[in-house]
């Protein structure tokens, strides 16, 4: 089983996914990272581009081959969970691990970083529409919920290693 990591931009997902696949002894596959070295540009480029149908498309290419195999740790692009084919896969596939943030702190975090093309310009007021438009996804992939606001990404992967462990052990 691979342990998924889904939220908003700015949940600490890829930060998170470090500390726990460190943890686990684990590897750690982040698909934003796979799609950004497939395409050899960053993807606020490749928005600007070809868009973001495009961008969804070969997201779900990667989504279905990283979730292939089991036994590591994935962090999911915070779009991914909005394609139902990428739900059914991550479902089917992953421990999925849901890493909320107060809307304030989503938006201290991400100011400023001009790589999240869905956040530009009022970054806190784009953070609650799109946390609005994509929590029902979120929460139909999840098996667990860890709230980052006040804790540290070692902190957070020690919770979700704890309630792994406990689903694995009850197997």
């Not at 997902?13 to 796979?34: C, F, Q, R």
């Not at 946390?131 to 606001?149: I, K, L, M, S």
């Not at 957070?156 to 792994?164: G, M, N």
């Amino acid at each position: 089983m691979n342990i998924g990591l889904t939220g908003m931009p700015g949940t600490m997902k890829s930060t998170v996914g470090k500390e726990l696949a460190s943890l686990l002894g684990m590897p750690l596959v982040d698909t934003d990272e796979e799609f950004e070295r497939e395409e050899g540009r960053k993807i606020s480029d490749v928005f600007a581009d070809r868009g973001e149908a495009y961008f969804r498309a070969r997201e779900k290419e990667i989504v279905s081959r990283v979730c292939s195999g089991d036994g590591k740790v994935i962090s999911f692009g915070g779009g991914v969970p909005i394609a139902e084919e990428n739900r059914d896969i991550v479902r089917r596939t992953c421990f999925s691990v849901r890493l909320t943030a107060a809307p304030e702190r989503i938006a201290e975090r991400c100011s400023g970083d001009g790589s999240r093309p869905l956040l530009k310009g009022d970054v806190e007021a784009n953070v609650r529409r799109l946390a609005a438009e994509r929590e029902p996804y979120y929460a139909d992939v999840a098996h667990f919920t860890v709230d980052t606001t006040d804790i540290s990404p070692r902190e957070a992967a020690r919770i979700i290693a704890a309630e792994y462990e406990k689903v694995r052990g009850g197997k």
